[in-house]
């Protein structure tokens, strides 16, 4: 099984603290994703990365910053975290031109910010 | 740019009973992907069905079924003989193929809180 992994599944930090959210996939997936998840508005794209050391914004890339140095892992770093970003945070990955496979996705990381 | 919209917050239903989920989205495109995702409470998101636009056929996964009116850009999700286990949160997303590189990028509804009572 495919199988994406996020390194917490619960997190606190302290407002202004840098955090860095991890996400490792084991199947060789150039794409990857990081989308933040909110009660009432669904689903919302922070960055994506289709390859090695790229990256692009998404919907709401404010205040985030990601890193891709491996293909199999795709951080994501809040630089001085505020009590906004208190969110649940979800990594997805797929192949690229495989639209009917859709995403893998991670069971999430829940970040309260204090 | 494309939106999904997901008119019903909660819906609740009794085991057995069958429940349809409604999703409209707003798209220029004319070869495109839908999906419906269901979240557990364990949150991992497990991909319901899918359906390519350019099939009329709607797509069926056991007790899962959807009604897609493409002319009408609306994608319901009909689910019958429910289950305890169908409880869950349920998303609606769209997806734009792309021919050259990049990513396809998956566009969510704000998600449909389905409960399943006994």
């Known amino acids: 099984d495919v199988k994406v992994t996020q390194s917490s599944r619960y997190l606190v930090k302290r407002t202004g603290e840098k955090v860095f959210l991890e996400c490792v996939q084991d199947?060789?997936?150039?794409?990857m994703f990081w989308y933040r998840q909110d009660p009432g508005l669904g689903l919302r794209l922070i960055y994506f990365s289709y390859d090695v050391k790229m990256k692009e914004k998404g919907d709401i890339p404010e205040g985030y910053s990601v890193s891709r140095e491996k293909k199999e892992r795709f951080s994501l770093i809040l630089e001085s975290a505020s009590t906004n970003q208190t969110s649940m945070y979800l990594c997805a990955s797929t192949v690229p031109h495989a639209v009917i496979y859709g995403y893998t996705f991670g069971s999430g990381t829940r970040l309260t910010v204090v | 740019a494309q939106t999904v919209t997901q008119s019903q917050p909660e819906m609740s239903v009794q085991e057995a009973e069958t429940v349809t989920l409604s999703c409209t989205y707003d798209?220029?495109?004319?070869?495109?992907?839908l999906f419906w995702y269901k979240q557990p409470p364990s949150r991992q998101m497990i991909l319901v069905i899918r359906q390519e636009a350019y099939k009329q056929q709607n797509a069926t996964e056991n007790r899962f079924s959807v009604n897609f009116q493409k002319a009408a850009k609306s994608f319901s999700l009909k689910i019958s003989d429910s289950q305890l286990g169908d409880t869950a949160m349920y998303f609606c997303?769209?997806?734009?193929?792309?021919?050259?590189?990049?990513?396809?990028?998956?566009?969510f509804g704000k998600g449909t809180k389905l409960t399943v009572n006994p």
């Open positions: 798209t220029s495109e004319n070869n495109y992907y």
């Open positions: 997303a769209f997806m734009k193929p792309i021919t050259q590189g990049g990513s396809e990028k998956l566009v």
């Open positions: 199947m060789d997936h150039e794409n």
